[in-house]
């Protein structure tokens, strides 16, 4: 009982702690293809492997993850203004 206990207050804390926060980390471009690489690598070892829905999990993470990339490829300025914007929005806030 005391061990179940300990498991779901550490799941409910992982699960608080991803859905928690709702605004997305900024990320430069070579940090996003570093991700959409890692995930695509961990999505061809699945599939070696022969496992369907962890292949098909990590397959939609890295088309996900690509997509990312190319929109920052895209849209550098965008990216810089936000960063700027939230930059300048801390700082009034520390001062």
């Given at each position: 009982m005391r061990r179940r206990f300990s498991i779901y207050s550490v799941l409910?804390?992982?699960?608080?702690?991803?859905?928690g926060s709702l605004v997305p980390a900024s990320a430069s471009v070579k940090g996003r293809r570093n991700t959409a690489m890692a995930l695509?690598?961990?999505?061809?070892?699945?599939?070696?492997?022969?496992?369907?829905?962890?292949?098909?999990?990590?397959?939609?993470g890295s088309y996900y993850a690509w997509q990312r990339v190319k929109?920052?490829?895209?849209?550098?300025?965008?990216?810089?203004?936000?960063?700027?914007?939230?930059?300048?929005?801390?700082?009034?806030?520390?001062?």
């Open positions: 409910t804390v992982v699960i608080l702690g991803l859905f695509t690598g961990a999505a061809v070892y699945e599939l070696a492997k022969g496992r369907g829905p962890e292949t098909l999990i990590l397959a939609g929109a920052g490829k895209r849209h550098p300025v965008r990216h810089h203004r936000q960063v700027a914007r939230r930059h300048h929005r801390r700082a009034r806030h520390h001062a």
